[in-house]
Antibody, heavy 120, light 110 residues
Framework: QVQLVQSGAEVKEPGASVKISCKAS????????IHWVRQAPGQGFEWMGA?????????DYARKFQDRVSMTRDTSTSTVFMELSSLKSEDTAVYFC????????????WGQGALVTVSS | QSVLTQPPSASGTPGQRVTISCSGS????????VNWYQQVPGTAPKLLIY???YRPSGVPDRFSGSKSGTSASLAITGLQSEDEAEYFC???????????FGAGTEVTVL
């Protein structure tokens, strides 16, 4: 069955970077886009961007994160990565990866989420 | 502040019908399809309705979605205790060039 399994919780200091992984199984990674969405404590969802497959070198970042987010993939391990730099306390959130069939505009499977806590 | 507006809460007794609204604008709901997600606290969201009104395999038919103009709605008929969760609407916003979500509606079964 389709699964997206994310890496574990992270605690980072302000100014540091975090890199979260999302390992796909049960389908061909390159057939779907992978999006990243975050949810701050008690808040709604915020879209961060996507890495588009099969054009895996194509990314689409939300303007808010454009300067400090990077999304990459490793097809040999069916894993997508999201790195966020210059972390601030406001970046404390659960980060989800989610799958989209190209141009379907909906996310049919989600990872379990990874809590990132930014604190000094 | 979410781009899509949802009521913060809704409730009903078992068997009742509950409707959740999602209000947007011409650059998002008015121009694009709407999707709905269900999230039980502490878990990942689950796709509930896609393309305004379609249910993925496995979603009970007591869930239905509709869209008109710049608004969409999710209806739950025959409310059950396991429907207690938070429900989010979502779509693409052409002005923001971003996928946008409502703030969520918490459904309580009384």
């Amino acid at each position: 069955q389709v699964q997206l399994v994310q890496s574990g919780a992270e605690v980072k200091e302000p100014g540091a970077s975090v890199k979260i992984s999302c390992k796909a199984s049960g389908y061909t990674l390159t057939s779907y886009h992978i999006h990243w969405v975050r949810q701050a404590p008690g808040q709604g969802f915020e879209w961060m961007g996507a890495i588009k497959n099969p054009r895996g070198d194509t990314t689409d970042y939300a303007r808010k994160f454009q300067d400090r987010v990077s999304m990459t993939r490793d097809t040999s391990t069916s894993t997508v990565f999201m790195e966020l730099s210059s972390l601030k306390s406001e970046d404390t959130a659960v980060y989800f990866c989610a799958r989209e069939f190209p141009e379907s505009h909906y996310f049919d499977h989600w990872g379990q989420g990874a809590l990132v806590t930014v604190s000094s | 502040q979410s781009v899509l507006t949802q009521p913060p809460s809704a409730s009903g007794t078992p068997g009742q019908r509950v409707t959740i609204s999602c209000s947007g604008s011409s650059s998002n709901i008015g121009a694009r399809i709407v999707n709905w997600y269900q999230q039980v606290p502490g878990t990942a969201p689950k796709l509930l309705i896609y393309n305004n009104s379609y249910r993925p395999s496995g979603v009970p038919d007591r869930f239905s979605g509709s869209k008109s103009g710049t608004s969409a709605s999710l209806a739950i008929t025959g409310l059950q205790s396991e429907d207690e969760a938070e429900y989010f609407c979502a779509t693409w916003d052409e002005s923001l060039n971003a996928y946008v979500f409502g703030a969520g509606t918490e459904v309580t079964v009384l």
